[in-house]
Structure formats: C-alpha cells, structure tokens
C-alpha cells in the first residue's frame, strides 16, 4: 500500500474523508491473484468481476460521482485468444445479470474505447446498456473497454483535422477545449483520483490527457481483493493531499 500516513493512523487521527467526484481504477493483478492460488487465470478474472460489483457499490454508498473503470485495454489483444474470449463473455454475463441491479440503482453506464475489433453484437450489448440507462442521474460508471490513451488522443486529433480540413475550423482556434470535445470522455469531469492495484506503479496508457492532475494511490492488493477496507484506506490517503493544480493554494476537488 502507499506510504501516507493515513494508512497506519488511528481512528481519532483519521482525516474527515474527502469525496473524489470522479475515481479512475485500474482493475490490476487478476492472474496473478489467480497463480497464488493454484486457479486458472479465468477464475482470477471472475473474482475480479465480483470486485468490480462491490466497487460500485461502494461508490454509491460513499457518493462518488463518476466511476471510470479500466476493463479491457487496445493492448490486451496480444493475450491468448481463449483469455480474450473468456473476457468478452464475461462482459457479456456481467451485463446480463446486473443491467437490472444498475437500473435500479439509478446508474447511468457510458463504455468509451474503439469499436474497431467488436463482434457485431458485442457493439450491439455496448449500445443496448448505454441507452437502457442514458437517463439515470446517480453514479456514472465509464467502463474503459478496448481503450488506449494514446489512441483516444489519436482519434481526437483525426477529428479536429477532419474539422479543419472542411474548412470548419481554424488551426489558430484549436484549444484545449477543442481537444477535450473531441474526448472519448467528452462531458465527464476529469478523474481526482486514480488508483492501481496489484502494486505496480504506472499509468499503463489509461487516462493520459484526463490525469494531468489526478492524484494517484498505489495498493498492494491484487485487484479481487481490494475491498472496502481498502476502499476506506485510499480515500483517507486522498484526503491528505493538498490539490494546488500548479497554484500556491490547495484546491477542493
């Protein structure tokens, strides 16, 4: 777990906790919680996928905003076929047995990442979700499924040429703003917090342009057995930062 020392502090220490409006999580170490325990790498990633519903659970419970979860990235093609297979059908039972669940608990789902490499009907399940709970004014969970940081930045960009290229657009009034628009992410609040589990410590191409000034916490706990306590853990390290964003004065999230 990070050093900070809320982790050790006890309770009468304990900072008042400090709502992030939106948390970034990099769902990492499904196999290797798998290997420890002498079980296939699937089961690794269906115990992640019991974490992943306790994590939304808890975002509601605890006020978060925005979820934005890291699920499938454009690197992950290079895995086996039967592991990519296994993954994407795991989508799809997550969505089956839980659409309802989301529903009624007023969560609203946005799936940002490229089409490019779906079946048909993966596209299908991925707008389905989208429109069942478009309306839903609770927790917004982004799941990051088939996304790379850098290709969102590329896409963007090949937006903003097509733009200028029809005469639309100046290269002179090419803004941040011009660029965040173009965002997979386009009217979501950048993350205040992303977290990455499993110990490793880097951002593994997720989020680039949206974490300029995220605050990052690095636990040590394999991705499905990250749970409240840590949960818990993670907020009291981010209630401790001071947020200047490049000023003077700490800012609130």
């Not at 596209?123 to 004014?137: G, H, M, P, Q, Y």
């Not at 200028?164 to 009034?173: E, F, H, K, M, Y």
């Not at 997720?206 to 000034?213: E, K, N, T």
């Not at 993670?234 to 800012?251: C, M, N």
Request: charged share 25%; aromatic share 10%.
């Amino acid at each position: 777990m990070s050093s900070d020392s809320a982790i050790n502090a006890e309770p009468a220490q304990r900072p008042r906790l400090r709502i992030p409006a939106h948390i970034g999580m990099i769902m990492d170490g499904n196999g290797r919680w798998a290997k420890a325990r002498g079980k296939l790498r699937t089961e690794g990633h269906i115990e992640g996928v019991k974490a992943l519903r306790n994590l939304v659970e808890l975002c509601i419970n605890y006020g978060v905003a925005n979820l934005t979860v890291f699920s499938f990235s454009s690197e992950n093609w290079t895995r086996p076929r039967d592991e990519i297979a296994f993954i994407f059908n795991l989508l799809r039972r997550f969505v089956a047995s839980d659409l309802q669940k989301l529903i009624r608990n007023n969560v609203k789902v946005r799936i940002i990442g490229s089409r490019a490499g779906l079946e048909p009907s993966l596209i299908r399940l991925i707008d389905d979700v989208e429109a069942k709970t478009a309306a839903n004014t609770g927790l917004t969970l982004i799941v990051a499924f088939n996304y790379g940081g850098k290709a969102e930045i590329t896409d963007a960009t090949r937006l903003i040429a097509r733009e200028v290229a029809a005469g639309r657009l100046s290269p002179d009034d090419i803004t941040e703003a011009t660029v965040e628009r173009a965002l997979y992410t386009y009217g979501i609040p950048d993350p205040d917090l992303i977290i990455r589990t499993s110990g490793e410590q880097r951002i593994s191409n997720f989020l680039l342009w949206q974490a300029a000034y995220s605050e990052f916490v690095f636990v040590d706990e394999y991705w499905p057995d990250f749970d409240e306590a840590s949960f818990l853990r993670v907020l009291e390290t981010f209630s401790l930062r001071d947020r200047r964003y490049g000023g003077i004065e700490a800012k609130s999230p």
